[in-house]
């Protein structure tokens, strides 16, 4: 088996693609610690090397992110043995289903922009923001403002509230004269 490695814009975290489906089409999962990590093998099996502090687990991709005291120079052989090893013994993914995804915090009254606006995301934004070993999850649309949480290399990137504020905000407003501002929302 052999595992493709790709830096992010995130300089603590690291993409790890191991030429299979992880997540699929089930969507994606985030575990900020290892509390948590139990619903998935994997995540649970990466959390035990010392110094990963962040797992997230895309369509094809896993991201790890790194504690500021680990150097990727001994965590990433440790990494990407971890995850041959998982996908070899042809172990899950996940061991339980996702929970359900978290309310929206929507006006009914705006359906139709918060449509436009999730079909942006979709189409122009998500993708771009995969293939940097994140993701962009909307949160929510209230009194013109848009709210969204960063996932995977883009939570704690230093280049992501550029990203929302100069590209994502940006390519909103200009399509969705309703939007004014993006805000980052916390898990």
Same mark, same amino acid.
């Given at each position: 088996?052999f595992?493709?490695? @790709?830096s992010?814009?995130?300089?603590?975290?690291? +993409? !790890?693609?191991?030429?299979?489906? /992880?997540?699929?089409?089930?969507?994606?999962?985030?575990?900020? @610690?290892?509390?948590?990590?139990?619903?998935?093998?994997?995540?649970?099996?990466?959390?035990?090397? @010392?110094? /990963?502090s962040?797992? !997230?687990?895309?369509?094809? !991709?896993v991201? /790890?992110? +790194?504690?500021?005291?680990?150097d990727?120079?001994?965590?990433?052989?440790q990494?990407? #043995?971890?995850?041959?090893?998982?996908?070899?013994?042809?172990r899950?993914v996940?061991?339980?289903?996702?929970?359900?995804e *978290?309310? *929206?915090?929507?006006?009914?009254?705006?359906?139709? %922009?918060?449509?436009?606006? +999730?079909?942006?995301?979709?189409?122009?934004?998500?993708?771009?923001?995969?293939g940097?070993?994140?993701?962009? %999850?909307?949160r929510?649309?209230r009194?013109?403002? %848009?709210?969204?949480?960063?996932?995977g290399?883009?939570? #704690?990137?230093p280049?992501?509230?550029?990203?929302? +504020?100069? #590209?994502?905000?940006?390519?909103?407003?200009?399509?969705?004269?309703? %939007?004014?501002?993006?805000?980052?929302?916390?898990?």
């Open positions: 088996m595992i493709e490695t @790709e992010t814009p995130n300089p603590a975290t690291l +993409k !790890f693609l191991p030429g299979q489906d /992880v997540m699929g089409s089930r969507g994606t999962a985030d575990f900020a @610690e290892a509390e948590g990590a139990e619903r998935s093998p994997l995540a649970e099996r990466l959390f035990r090397l @010392e110094g /990963v962040r797992i !997230f687990l895309g369509a094809d !991709f991201t /790890v992110t +790194k504690s500021d005291e680990a990727w120079q001994s965590l990433r052989p990494v990407l #043995g971890a995850i041959m090893e998982h996908f070899m013994a042809g899950p996940l061991a339980e289903a996702l929970d359900a *978290e309310e *929206e915090d929507t006006d009914p009254a705006d359906a139709e %922009v918060v449509a436009q606006i +999730k079909d942006l995301l979709d189409t122009r934004v998500r993708p771009a923001v995969a940097d070993g994140g993701d962009i %999850v909307f929510g649309f009194d013109g403002i %848009v709210r969204l949480r960063m996932q290399a883009c939570s #704690g990137c280049s992501s509230s550029a990203t929302l +504020k100069h #590209g994502v905000e940006s390519m909103l407003r200009h399509y969705v004269p309703e %939007v004014v501002a993006v805000e980052q929302v916390e898990a």
